[in-house]
């Protein structure tokens, strides 16, 4: 999908630093995608720590995955 953004230079140049993207469509790409996985991850710990999700494994090993991954 083709969309147009505003994004301040010097953010456009830290992402794209952060993400080792020469271009800036793919360095914005790739962050979004992170941040939505990150964001992903986070809401999950917190449904299995809160005791929404009756889930088998320890903090530990939950916070060392990456998604979640229903079985």
Known sequence: MRVTIE???S???KIQKL???K???PA???ALA???RQQQKRQFIERVLSGETDYAL???ELE???VYEPR
Do not use: C, W, Y
Request: charged content about 40%; proline content about 0%; hydrophobic content about 30%.
């Open 7 to 9: 994004v301040d230079a």
């Open 11 to 13: 953010d456009l140049d």
């Open 19 to 21: 993400t080792g993207q």
């Open 23 to 25: 271009k800036k469509s």
């Open 28 to 30: 914005i790409s790739q």
């Open 34 to 36: 992170e941040f939505v």
């Open 58 to 60: 320890t903090n530990e």
């Open 64 to 66: 060392a995955r990456d």
